[in-house]
């Protein structure tokens, strides 16, 4: 079975830091570049970050530079999203799909998000 499991989400207070990660099955994470978005409630949905499939390329919205750094392990099928000095506008669901290069708009396989709050 195909598919994509974020985990990681959770409750932390302004200031704080969470990890999300990003596993795959039934496929292999190393043919796709990896995008994190998020959506919060009544908002659009937004592209995040974005690592290329080797690494050596990331990608990161204004709002989050100096604050999120996003890496892969290959070997594990993973990606993740480290997140620090976490503000409450980074509440939302974080999503991660696989995208043919960070250029690309057209997003492969979704994962069903994890919850993100930010709240003291």
């Known amino acids: 079975q195909v598919q994509l499991v974020e985990s990681g989400g959770g409750l932390v207070q302004p200031g704080g830091s969470l990890r999300l990660s990003c596993a795959a099955s039934?496929?292999?994470?190393?043919?796709?570049?990896i995008g994190w978005f998020r959506q919060a409630p009544g908002k659009e949905r937004e592209g995040v970050s974005c690592?290329?499939?080797?690494?050596?390329?990331?990608y990161y919205t204004d709002s989050v530079k100096g604050r999120f750094t996003i890496s892969r392990d290959n070997a594990k099928n993973t990606v993740y999203l480290q997140m620090n000095s976490l503000k409450p506008e980074d509440s939302a669901i974080y999503f991660c799909?696989?995208?043919?290069?960070?250029?690309?708009?057209?997003?492969?396989?979704w994962g069903q998000g994890t919850q993100v709050t930010v709240h003291s």
């Open positions: 690592i290329s499939r080797t690494g050596g390329y990331t």
């Open positions: 799909a696989t995208k043919s290069s960070c250029a690309t708009t057209f997003l492969g396989y």
């Open positions: 039934g496929f292999t994470l190393d043919n796709y570049a």
